[in-house]
C-alpha cells in the first residue's frame, strides 16, 4: 500500500457520485486520478431538484457552460422558497425565504427597525426585492448579464434525471474521470482495516486509495461494509415517507414559477417545483401520522386544479420511504460518504445537493496527500458535517415549532417541548428578546445564515420585544439609534425603489430561460 493518496474511487452514480467525481477531479491536485463506478441495474432516485446559490460557483469550477446546464437539464432559475398555510390554515398565509440578504446584512439588523410595522409589510418585501420579484414571475438576471452572474442571487430547479447524464459526459468528457459501468460484488481489506479494492461483476478489480460510497441509501460501504451507526432523527422530524409525481403545463407558454412552493397539509407538506417542459410535485408526510391513502388522495386534489379531476387521477405516483437521519460518522478509515449514503432529511430546504457540495468542496479542498493527513482531515470532515447536520435539523424543525396551526395531532406534536432539539429552544428564547443576526452565526461557513433565520421567524409571524432608544435616553446610545434609524429608513426606501426599477428590466423565467436557449448567454 503505497502511503500517497492518488487514486479516488467513487462507489456509485447519481447526481452524488458525478458532482463528488467533477468537484474533485476539477479541484484536487494534478497527480490525483477520480474513477466512478456505477451500477447499470440501480436506476437513481432522481430526487433534489432543487439546488441554492452554491450550486452556480460548483458548475462554474467544474468548467460547465451554464447555457449548456440549461439547454441539457430541463433547468429553471430558483431564487427561494415560498411557505403557504404553515403558520395556519388561512389561504392568504405565506411567507418567502428568498436567497438574496436583506439590504446591508452585515453593517446594519434591519429587523428592530421593521417590527413597528410588521402588520403593514411583510419582512422579506420591507429589506429586499427578490420576495416581490418572485411573485411576479420574474428572472433573477438579464439576457446580457454574464454566465453565473446575478441581478438577484439565484440557485436552480433542475431535471435530476438529466442532470446526472449531463456531469457524466462532462467529467468523462473534460474532466478525465474514468467511467466504470459493473455492479460491485465485494469489498476487500487491508490489514489495518481500510478498503484496498472492490471486486466488480464485469471490470475486475478496482484499486483504490480513497472510497467515497455515493452508493445512496443502501450505504453499501459505509452502512453496510463499515457498520458505521444510523442516527435518527424521526423523534424531532417526523416525515419518513414522500409520493412524487411529475405534472405537464396545461399550455406549453405557462409561466415558470421562480421559486419552490411548500404548501402545508394535514400531516406534512406538498412540494411543487417548476421547470421548463414539467412540473415536479410531491407530498412529504410521516407515516405514523396518515396513511399513503389519505396522503395521496391530498396530492391529487392539490394538482387537480391545474390538469383537471381526470388526470389527477390517473397520474402516477412514486412512493419514497426513508428514515430521517444521518451515519454517526462520515469519513471511517479511507472511505467517506456523500449523499444519501451519508443521511437524508425531507427536502424542506433542498439541503441534499448542497450537502454532496460542500462535502466534496471539503475533500477537494484539503484532499490528503498522504495516508497519516487523512485521519487528520476526516477529523475535521466528521466535525463539520456534524454540525452542519445539527444546523439542518434545527433550521427545518423551526418551521414547523413557529406554526399556530392545531388542527391535527400531527401540528400539535411537532410543537411539543420533548420534540425541539435544546439547541433550537435557546435560540427561541434569545429571539424573543434579541433578533436573529451575525452574531448567531459561529462558523464562518454556516449551512444557514442568520438571515435565513429571520425569513422564517419573522415570516411567520413571531416577534421579538425589541427595546429602542426612547425619547429620555441620551448620549451614545441615542445618537447611535438615531443614526442607524436614519439608515434603516433609507434603505427601506431604497428597496422599494429597486422593486420599481427590477419590474421595469426583469423578464420572466420563461422569457429567459427561451432566450438563453436560442443566443446562449454571455461567457464574460
Same mark, same amino acid.
Given at each position: 500500500?503505497?502511503?500517497?493518496?492518488?487514486?479516488?474511487?467513487?462507489?456509485?452514480?447519481?447526481?452524488?457520485?458525478?458532482?463528488?467525481?467533477?468537484?474533485?477531479?476539477?479541484?484536487?491536485?494534478?497527480?490525483?486520478?477520480?474513477?466512478?463506478?456505477?451500477?447499470?441495474?440501480?436506476?437513481?432516485?432522481?430526487?433534489?431538484?432543487?439546488?441554492?446559490?452554491?450550486?452556480?460557483?460548483?458548475?462554474?469550477?467544474?468548467?460547465?457552460?451554464?447555457?449548456?446546464?440549461?439547454?441539457?437539464?430541463?433547468?429553471?432559475?430558483?431564487?427561494?422558497?415560498?411557505?403557504?398555510?404553515?403558520?395556519?390554515?388561512?389561504? =392568504?398565509?405565506?411567507?418567502?425565504?428568498?436567497?438574496?440578504?436583506?439590504?446591508?446584512?452585515?453593517?446594519?439588523?434591519?429587523?428592530?427597525?421593521?417590527?413597528?410595522?410588521?402588520?403593514?409589510?411583510?419582512?422579506?418585501?420591507?429589506?429586499?426585492?427578490?420576495?416581490?420579484?418572485?411573485?411576479?414571475?420574474?428572472?433573477?438576471?438579464?439576457?446580457?448579464?454574464?454566465?453565473?452572474?446575478?441581478?438577484?442571487?439565484?440557485? #436552480?430547479?433542475?431535471?435530476?434525471?438529466?442532470?446526472?447524464?449531463?456531469?457524466?459526459?462532462?467529467?468523462?468528457?473534460?474532466?478525465?474521470?474514468?467511467?466504470?459501468?459493473?455492479?460491485?460484488?465485494?469489498?476487500?481489506?487491508?490489514?489495518?482495516?481500510?478498503?484496498?479494492?472492490?471486486?466488480?461483476?464485469?471490470?475486475?478489480?478496482?484499486?483504490?486509495?480513497?472510497?467515497?460510497?455515493?452508493?445512496?441509501?443502501?450505504?453499501?460501504?459505509?452502512?453496510?461494509?463499515?457498520?458505521?451507526?444510523?442516527?435518527?432523527?424521526?423523534?424531532?422530524?417526523?416525515?419518513?415517507?414522500?409520493?412524487?409525481?411529475?405534472?405537464?403545463?396545461?399550455?406549453?407558454?405557462?409561466?415558470?414559477?421562480?421559486?419552490?412552493?411548500?404548501?402545508?397539509?394535514?400531516?406534512?407538506?406538498?412540494?411543487?417545483?417548476?421547470?421548463?417542459?414539467?412540473?415536479?410535485?410531491?407530498?412529504?408526510?410521516?407515516?405514523?401520522?396518515?396513511?399513503?391513502?389519505?396522503?395521496?388522495?391530498?396530492?391529487?386534489? #392539490?394538482?387537480?386544479?391545474?390538469?383537471?379531476?381526470?388526470?389527477?387521477?390517473?397520474?402516477?405516483?412514486?412512493?419514497?420511504?426513508?428514515?430521517?437521519?444521518?451515519?454517526?460518522?462520515?469519513?471511517?478509515?479511507?472511505?467517506?460518504?456523500?449523499?444519501?449514503?451519508?443521511?437524508?432529511?425531507?427536502?424542506?430546504?433542498?439541503?441534499?445537493?448542497?450537502?454532496?457540495?460542500?462535502?466534496?468542496?471539503?475533500?477537494?479542498?484539503?484532499?490528503?496527500?498522504?495516508?497519516?493527513?487523512?485521519?487528520?482531515?476526516?477529523?475535521?470532515?466528521?466535525?463539520?458535517?456534524?454540525?452542519?447536520?445539527?444546523?439542518?435539523?434545527?433550521?427545518?424543525?423551526?418551521?414547523?415549532?413557529?406554526?399556530?396551526?392545531?388542527?391535527?395531532?400531527?401540528?400539535?406534536?411537532?410543537?411539543?417541548?420533548?420534540?425541539?432539539?435544546?439547541?433550537?429552544?435557546?435560540?427561541?428564547?434569545?429571539?424573543?428578546?434579541?433578533?436573529?443576526?451575525?452574531?448567531?452565526?459561529?462558523?464562518?461557513?454556516?449551512?444557514?445564515?442568520?438571515?435565513?433565520?429571520?425569513?422564517?421567524?419573522?415570516?411567520?409571524?413571531?416577534?421579538?420585544?425589541?427595546?429602542?432608544?426612547?425619547?429620555?435616553?441620551?448620549?451614545?446610545?441615542?445618537?447611535?439609534? =438615531?443614526?442607524?434609524?436614519?439608515?434603516?429608513?433609507?434603505?427601506?426606501?431604497?428597496?422599494?425603489?429597486?422593486?420599481?426599477?427590477?419590474?421595469?428590466?426583469?423578464?420572466?423565467?420563461?422569457?429567459?430561460?427561451?432566450?438563453?436557449?436560442?443566443?446562449?448567454?454571455?461567457?464574460?
Amino acid at each position: 500500500m503505497t502511503d500517497h493518496i492518488t487514486r479516488v474511487v467513487i462507489v456509485g452514480g447519481g447526481s452524488a457520485g458525478w458532482l463528488a467525481a467533477g468537484i474533485i477531479a476539477a479541484s484536487s491536485p494534478v497527480h490525483v486520478h477520480v474513477s466512478l463506478i456505477e451500477s447499470p441495474d440501480v436506476a437513481p432516485i432522481g430526487v433534489g431538484e432543487g439546488t441554492w446559490p452554491t450550486m452556480r460557483a460548483t458548475l462554474q469550477s467544474m468548467g460547465i457552460s451554464e447555457t449548456d446546464f440549461f439547454r441539457e437539464c430541463d433547468a429553471s432559475f430558483k431564487q427561494g422558497s415560498k411557505f403557504s398555510r404553515w403558520t395556519s390554515l388561512s389561504k =392568504d398565509d405565506d411567507y418567502y425565504h428568498p436567497f438574496t440578504l436583506p439590504a446591508k446584512y452585515h453593517e446594519i439588523n434591519l429587523a428592530p427597525f421593521w417590527l413597528p410595522f410588521k402588520d403593514k409589510i411583510a419582512f422579506a418585501n420591507a429589506v429586499c426585492p427578490q420576495a416581490v420579484m418572485c411573485d411576479l414571475g420574474c428572472a433573477p438576471k438579464q439576457i446580457t448579464t454574464a454566465e453565473f452572474a446575478a441581478v438577484l442571487n439565484y440557485g #436552480y430547479h433542475l431535471d435530476a434525471g438529466k442532470f446526472a447524464p449531463f456531469l457524466h459526459k462532462h467529467c468523462v468528457e473534460k474532466l478525465g474521470v474514468t467511467y466504470i459501468s459493473a455492479n460491485v460484488t465485494a469489498i476487500n481489506s487491508h490489514e489495518n482495516g481500510d478498503i484496498q479494492s472492490v471486486n466488480t461483476d464485469t471490470q475486475g478489480k478496482v484499486v483504490g486509495d480513497l472510497f467515497i460510497d455515493c452508493t445512496g441509501l443502501s450505504s453499501l460501504l459505509l452502512g453496510k461494509h463499515y457498520n458505521i451507526p444510523f442516527l435518527s432523527q424521526k423523534n424531532v422530524l417526523f416525515n419518513d415517507s414522500a409520493l412524487a409525481v411529475q405534472i405537464p403545463y396545461a399550455e406549453g407558454a405557462d409561466a415558470i414559477a421562480s421559486h419552490t412552493l411548500s404548501t402545508a397539509q394535514t400531516h406534512g407538506w406538498i412540494w411543487d417545483i417548476g421547470l421548463q417542459s414539467r412540473r415536479g410535485i410531491g407530498h412529504v408526510f410521516s407515516s405514523n401520522y396518515t396513511t399513503d391513502e389519505l396522503a395521496e388522495r391530498e396530492l391529487r386534489k #392539490y394538482i387537480a386544479p391545474t390538469v383537471g379531476e381526470k388526470m389527477a387521477e390517473e397520474l402516477s405516483v412514486r412512493k419514497i420511504s426513508f428514515n430521517p437521519g444521518h451515519r454517526n460518522i462520515f469519513w471511517h478509515k479511507n472511505c467517506v460518504a456523500i449523499g444519501l449514503s451519508a443521511g437524508f432529511i425531507e427536502p424542506l430546504e433542498a439541503t441534499a445537493l448542497v450537502l454532496i457540495e460542500l462535502s466534496a468542496k471539503m475533500i477537494a479542498e484539503q484532499f490528503p496527500a498522504n495516508r497519516s493527513a487523512m485521519d487528520i482531515v476526516a477529523k475535521r470532515f466528521n466535525n463539520t458535517l456534524h454540525h452542519h447536520w445539527k444546523q439542518i435539523v434545527d433550521f427545518l424543525k423551526l418551521h414547523y415549532v413557529l406554526t399556530k396551526r392545531t388542527d391535527t395531532e400531527y401540528w400539535r406534536d411537532n410543537c411539543l417541548a420533548g420534540t425541539i432539539p435544546d439547541s433550537l429552544h435557546e435560540l427561541l428564547a434569545l429571539w424573543k428578546v434579541q433578533s436573529p443576526w451575525v452574531h448567531d452565526e459561529i462558523r464562518r461557513e454556516e449551512m444557514f445564515p442568520s438571515a435565513s433565520y429571520q425569513y422564517i421567524y419573522y415570516g411567520m409571524q413571531s416577534t421579538t420585544d425589541v427595546v429602542a432608544a426612547d425619547s429620555s435616553a441620551h448620549g451614545n446610545s441615542k445618537r447611535l439609534y =438615531d443614526k442607524n434609524l436614519r439608515k434603516a429608513e433609507a434603505l427601506f426606501i431604497e428597496n422599494a425603489q429597486y422593486i420599481q426599477q427590477f419590474k421595469k428590466v426583469l423578464q420572466s423565467n420563461r422569457d429567459l430561460i427561451n432566450k438563453i436557449k436560442q443566443h446562449g448567454l454571455q461567457t464574460i
